[in-house]
């Protein structure tokens, strides 16, 4: 079986005086940071194809999603459950959804899903024979639970443990950095996929586009040898840059990227390459139950809720909410497996908490998971049920917090099941 692949990214930065989404209030960009792209990979085995997206951007809706996917497969022949199309959650990106007050800018929509059609379209007219190897690093000092335990049964979101009601952090990181290295024959190499579980909140507040600190990975890795580094965020719903052990002393963008990086380096340089792989892929779509909210969640006055940035976004937007969640019923959700190998990239359309990312890469044993967050489509945040009962920002009944307590459970289940298919 003979591996091929190919790779490409396309410029994404969108033009100064679109708005920005990340901060839930309306924010014009004056100027641009550092530029945002669209990073595609595509391998063929013998006629099997699979395609990874990574884009600067906070999320992608699956409506994009489907749109991009329909095109290549009547252009490049990739079957659309065979298109993996994920979001780095970078909160420094142009608006490509609904997000707090920030409408979605549909004309720069219109042009990102032609760029990223386009990128899938360089990487498939760029197949050549290509061999991929499989790596892991440990990176503790990059990711943090941001999320304190408090005297009261309460949790706070970016909470101090130095507070003299804090017991301590809520829960555990997912330490481990996941890569896939992708080469010619010679050893040069093609591109690379990188997973660790950490959110990428630099530039969110000020008036700037900026790739964050998935950009400055990027660069770092480009600048060692690898022209395509795609990174794919894991279950990042409660992970930041800032440590609550520490005051909430926070890693720098820079400083962020440059030790993913690092460690990503490091695990590609120890790999061992094989180009005869089996590739194949499954999905499917989940209902989730939303929230029956009480009338104190609607108000956001329940023990331990947080409402972040406004409290008055929250009371404006929630109107339009509730006349959702009675419209819709449940919420969908898609959940994708692809497989190469012994290796299998499971995708979530979430904020998904990190205890549960460590129970899908559990499941999937004797699998090696990689669990991809914010991948084809987003549903907003998914804590684990203990997090709904201890409260929290991520909790907090809103538009980004909405479903019921079990959709965690639920769409761990999902993944599992793929994987025993």
Not at 40 to 65: E, I, S
Not at 326 to 349: C, D, K, M, Y
Not at 370 to 388: C, I, K, L, S
Request: proline residues 6%; glycine residues 10%.
């Amino acid at each position: 079986m003979t591996m091929r692949a190919g790779c490409a990214e396309v410029e994404i930065t969108p033009p100064l005086g679109a708005e920005k989404i990340g901060w839930l209030k309306r924010i014009t960009p004056t100027r641009v940071a550092d530029p945002l792209f669209a990073r595609a990979l595509v391998l063929d085995a013998n006629g099997t194809r699979l395609a990874f997206v990574a884009l600067d951007t906070l999320c992608v809706r699956w409506t994009t999603v489907e749109r991009i996917r329909k095109a290549v497969e009547t252009q490049y022949g990739i079957p659309a459950a065979q298109v993996m199309i994920a979001a780095t959650h970078n909160h420094g990106g142009p608006a490509v959804a609904n997000v707090g007050l920030v409408p979605r800018d549909d004309a720069y929509l219109a042009s990102l899903e032609a760029r990223v059609i386009s990128a899938l379209g360089q990487a498939v007219e760029r197949f050549e024979p290509a061999e991929i190897g499989f790596g892991r690093g440990i990176l503790f000092d990059a990711a943090f639970n941001r999320r304190v335990r408090m005297r009261d049964g309460t949790t706070i979101t970016h909470g101090k443990c130095s507070h003299p009601l804090a017991l301590g952090l809520e829960g555990p990181i997912d330490p481990e950095l996941l890569v896939m290295g992708v080469r010619r024959p010679s050893g040069a190499w093609l591109g690379a996929l990188v997973n660790y579980a950490v959110h990428p909140a630099h530039h969110g507040g000020d008036e700037c586009f900026s790739a964050g600190w998935p950009g400055v990975l990027a660069n770092e890795l480009k600048a060692r040898g690898v022209p395509c580094p795609l990174f794919l965020n894991g279950a990042y719903g409660n992970m930041a840059t800032s440590d609550p052990a520490r005051d909430g002393l926070a890693l720098s963008m820079e400083e962020t990227g440059r030790a993913v990086a690092q460690t990503a380096w490091q695990a590609l340089q120890g790999l061992s390459f094989e180009s005869d792989l089996q590739l194949s892929a499954r999905r499917s779509l989940v209902r989730l139950p939303f929230r029956e909210a009480t009338e104190d969640q609607i108000k956001g006055t329940v023990a331990g809720a947080q409402r972040f940035i406004d409290p008055k976004i929250y009371d404006e937007l929630m109107p339009g909410l509730l006349a959702q969640i009675r419209s819709r019923g449940t919420q969908p959700a898609e959940v994708q497996a692809l497989r190469i190998g012994a290796h299998v990239f499971v995708s979530q359309p979430a904020e998904l908490f990190v205890e549960l990312g460590l129970a899908i890469k559990e499941g999937a044993h004797p699998w090696r998971a990689f669990v991809v967050g914010g991948a084809n489509g987003m549903v907003g945040y998914v804590p684990t049920r203990e997090a709904h009962a201890r409260g929290g920002y991520e909790t907090t009944f809103a538009p980004s917090s909405k479903l019921a307590p079990e959709a965690g459970e639920m769409l761990v289940a999902a993944a599992l099941a793929l994987l025993r298919d």
